[in-house]
Structures are given as C-alpha cells and as structure tokens.
C-alpha cells in the first residue's frame, strides 16, 4: 500500500492551499481516511477524517471552520482544502489510511493515530505571517 501526498508549499497568512494524496494498492473506498500533521518539536496531531463513503467528517477544533476534507474514490484521492492558513498551520502534513474496513465510528476513533495502518510521506506547510 502506498501513499502519495502532494500540494505543499509557501503561502501567506490567510491564504489557501490544497493537499492532496493518492492511494494504491488497496481498495481505496472502503477505507476512512485521516490527514494528520507535525509542526517542528511537536508530536504528531490529528487534522481531519472522513469516513469510507464520505458522507461523514471529523475535525480537530484548531481547524473546524477553516479546513475541509473530502474524497474522490473514483481517484483514489483524498483532498484536504486549508483556508484561512494561520502561521500556526505550519507543519508537515501527512495523509493515513484507516486500518479497519469500512468504519463507522466516532471522532475520537479518527484522531488517534493508532488506527491507522498506512502513511504518506508528508508534503512541507509554510505559513509566513
């Protein structure tokens, strides 16, 4: 199974970016998926998830309102949409696949690293302010 995260980069205070990350070599729709992130000496935190059809989303409340996730499983693509980047975003963001088929479960589920068995390579944030 490999993850392949993309769409990193510098952007200023305020602004957008989009993240993207594509999975292979599994059934890519039956899985949630999670976006997690790691600012320099800092562990590892949960962003956002969303559950194998997508119709359900969960977000750390330090991006609730700001942050979207979503997945194209015709692509094999999960996406996260970051607005309102505040220097405190910046971080490497990595993408993880869920270890379990086909959960439904709740928020604390997602956010806990734990649960998922599968992780991209990390794409580079910069917030300047």
């Known amino acids: 199974v490999q993850l392949q995260a993309s769409g990193g980069g510098l952007v200023q205070a305020g602004g957008s970016l989009t993240l993207s990350c594509v999975v292979s070599g599994r059934t890519f729709s039956d899985y949630a998926m999670g976006w997690f992130r790691q600012a320099p000496g800092k562990n590892r935190e949960f962003v956002a998830a969303i559950n194998w059809r997508g119709d359900l989303t969960y977000y750390a409340d330090t991006v609730q309102g700001r942050f979207i996730i979503s997945r194209d499983n015709a692509k094999n693509t999960v996406h996260l949409q970051m607005n309102s980047l505040k220097y405190e975003d910046t971080a490497v963001y990595y993408c993880?696949?869920?270890?379990?088929?086909?959960?439904?479960?709740?928020?604390?589920?997602?956010?806990?690293?734990?649960?998922?068995?599968?992780w991209g390579q990390g794409t580079l944030v910069t917030v300047s302010s």
């Open positions: 993880a696949s869920d270890a379990a088929v086909r959960t439904i479960n709740s928020d604390a589920y997602y956010a806990l690293r734990a649960n998922y068995a599968h």
